[in-house]
C-alpha cells in the first residue's frame, strides 16, 4: 500500500477562544481519508495562517461551507469507532463528534446542528454521522474539520491530495459514489434511539417512520433505491394532528430528512417522494 504524507487539522478546545495549536511537521497517513461529505457534493474549503485577521485555532483546521449549508449531512472521512460525542452549548465546538481510525489517528466534525452516532459506534467511511450546524462559537452554518495523529494537528489530506494551506478552494467530494445500493438506513437518518414503527414503497425509494419513546419525537426519512449518489428529486413529510406540517424536499443524493416533530400520544400524517411518485398517509399511530 503506497504511504500518503498528511498534515491534518487537529481540535483544541480552545477554538474561537484565542488559543492557537502549532502545525506539526507532516506524518504519513495509513488512510484513504475521504471529504466529510456525501459523493458528488461541491463545498469551498478554507484554511487561515496565523498572519490572518483571524487565524484558525488550531492553525491546521479547515472550514467547510456552501451556499444554504444548514442541515447538510456530514459524513465519517474514515472508517472508524466513535470516540466522543459532546455538546458544549454556545462555546466552543458546540456539537462535535471524534472518530478513532486507528494508529493514532482521529478526526473532529464541530459546530454540528445534529449528531445521529454515540460513543462506541462503528462507522464506514462515507456513513452519516450528523448534519451541518452554527453551534457553539460559530457565526454561520458550516463544518469545522480537524485530522489528528496522536492528539497533534496535521494539515488536512483528502482525495489523495493535501488541502490548500492557507486560503480557500473548492473541493468536490468522492466519497460513496456509485453501487447499486444505499449506503444510508432510516436510522442512520434519525439518529440513535429511533426505532422504524411503519414504512411505504414508492417508485425509487421508501418512505420509514419512526419512533423514540425516549423523547416523544417522531421521524420520517424517506431513502433512494434508484439514482443513489446523484442529486434527484426526494421528499418527506411529518405533520403531527394539530400542529403545522414540516417539509424537506429537494434534490438529494441518498435520501431526503430527518423530519421530526415531538408527538408523544398524537396522531400523526406522515409520506414522502422520489420523484412524481408519492406517499400520504391517514392521520395513525395515535397511541
Known amino acids: 500500500m503506497n504511504v500518503k504524507r498528511i498534515v491534518s487539522a487537529v481540535a483544541s478546545l ?110 464506514s467511511q462515507g456513513q452519516k454521522i450528523g448534519t451541518v450546524g452554527s453551534t457553539g462559537n460559530s457565526t454561520g452554518p458550516h463544518l469545522h474539520f480537524e485530522q489528528l495523529k496522536s492528539g497533534t494537528p496535521q494539515r488536512v489530506v483528502m482525495n489523495g491530495s493535501q488541502a490548500l494551506y492557507y486560503g480557500s478552494k473548492s473541493y468536490k467530494s468522492n466519497n460513496k459514489c456509485g453501487g447499486a445500493t444505499n449506503p444510508y438506513t432510516p436510522v442512520e437518518a434519525c439518529g440513535s434511539g429511533y426505532k422504524v414503527i411503519d414504512g411505504a414503497n414508492v417508485t425509487g425509494g421508501r418512505v420509514s417512520l419512526l419512533y423514540n419513546a425516549s423523547n416523544g419525537y417522531n421521524c420520517v426519512v424517506t431513502i433512494k433505491t434508484t439514482k443513489i449518489g446523484t442529486a434527484s428529486d426526494v421528499g418527506a413529510f411529518l405533520e403531527p394532528q394539530g400542529g403545522s406540517r414540516a417539509t424537506d424536499r429537494g434534490n438529494f443524493a441518498y435520501y431526503a430528512g430527518p423530519v421530526k416533530k415531538k408527538a408523544a400520544g398524537t396522531c400523526v400524517k406522515w409520506g414522502g417522494n422520489v420523484g412524481s411518485s408519492s406517499y400520504t398517509s391517514a392521520f395513525e399511530h395515535c397511541g
Open 14 to 123: 480552545a477554538v474561537g477562544l484565542g488559543v492557537f495549536v502549532a502545525v506539526a511537521p507532516q506524518v504519513s497517513a495509513a488512510t484513504n481519508w475521504q471529504m466529510p461529505f456525501p459523493c458528488g457534493q461541491t463545498w469551498t474549503g478554507q484554511t487561515r495562517g496565523p498572519n490572518d485577521a483571524n487565524p484558525h485555532s488550531p492553525l491546521a483546521a479547515i472550514d467547510f461551507s456552501r451556499t444554504n449549508a444548514q442541515g447538510d449531512t456530514v459524513v465519517a472521512s474514515a472508517s472508524g469507532t466513535v470516540k466522543r460525542v459532546e455538546n458544549l452549548g454556545n462555546a466552543s465546538y458546540g456539537r462535535w463528534i471524534e472518530i478513532d481510525h486507528g494508529s493514532g489517528w482521529t478526526t473532529r466534525y464541530a459546530h454540528l446542528a445534529s449528531q445521529s452516532v454515540s460513543v462506541g459506534q462503528s462507522v
